[in-house]
């Protein structure tokens, strides 16, 4: 595992590469902004620690460039003061953690084991497909053979549950409370009415249909006849 450390104060920098290098990890040591701008634009690094205040190019504008070029580094910035905006900041910017000066070794070895776990972890599923239908998690988007479809917030959480369980009955009480977060009431018509709506967004307009009714059972969202 690399590691790039931008760090201007020679006594921290040592003692950065002294430690992690004993805990196992190839490191490089940046004294300067632009040293450290340049290495971490043109080399591979597992990670980055950036010192935030840096001669000639400051830490935020190393963390800019390296996020506005598409570079998904997990970062760790570090800095003197504890400064609850410089927080902010920095995770707007695209920072992964953040560490206040003084730290102990053992905490930053602790972030950068976690930072570093976390990258390489499997990526969460953003995406749920079913046919040419697509719902976005993230920017929570649905389309249906690339249009655009507007739903309420509901109506996107019960998409989704439907898509999560593609091919599976979903009850109505099931329903309630996963979606509405409510005991089912056989006098109310509310899912019925939910779905209609949802149906009417995703179905109306498309062909297969894909919200399916089984009567005295409930709902399923599947591609019709599919083999
Ligand atoms: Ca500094």
């Known amino acids: ?16 590469r002294q430690g992690l290098s004993e805990a196992g990890f190839a490191v490089e040591l940046a004294r300067n902004g632009r040293d450290g701008q340049h290495l971490a634009m043109t080399e591979t690094y597992d990670l980055i620690i950036l010192d935030v205040m840096l001669p000639q190019v400051d830490g935020w504008s190393i963390l800019r460039s390296l996020r506005d070029a598409g570079h998904q580094v997990p970062v ?19 920072a992964d953690d953040y560490l206040v000066k003084p730290f102990a070794f053992a905490e930053l070895l602790a972030r950068v084991r976690t930072l570093l776990r976390r990258a390489t972890a499997p990526v969460a599923e953003t995406r749920l497909v079913v046919a040419d239908l697509e719902l976005d998690l993230m920017r929570r988007r649905v389309t249906r053979a690339g249009r655009r479809l507007s739903l309420t917030a509901k109506e996107f959480n019960l ?9 599976e009955v979903l009850t109505r009480s099931l329903i309630a409370s996963l979606v509405w977060d409510m005991n089912f009431n056989s006098d109310s018509n509310i899912i019925d009415v939910a ?18 009714t089984l009567r005295g059972m409930g709902y399923l969202l599947d591609v019709p006849n599919k083999v």
């Open 1 to 16: 595992m690399r590691i790039l450390i931008t760090e201007d104060e020679t006594k921290t920098g040592e003692y950065l």
């Open 159 to 167: 998409l989704e549950l439907f898509m999560r369980h593609q091919g």
């Open 76 to 94: 760790l910035l570090l800095t003197a003061r504890g400064d609850v905006d410089d927080r902010v900041k920095g995770l707007e910017l695209g």
């Open 195 to 212: 779905i209609r709506r949802l149906r009417a967004k995703i179905d109306d307009d498309f062909e297969p249909k894909l919200i399916q």
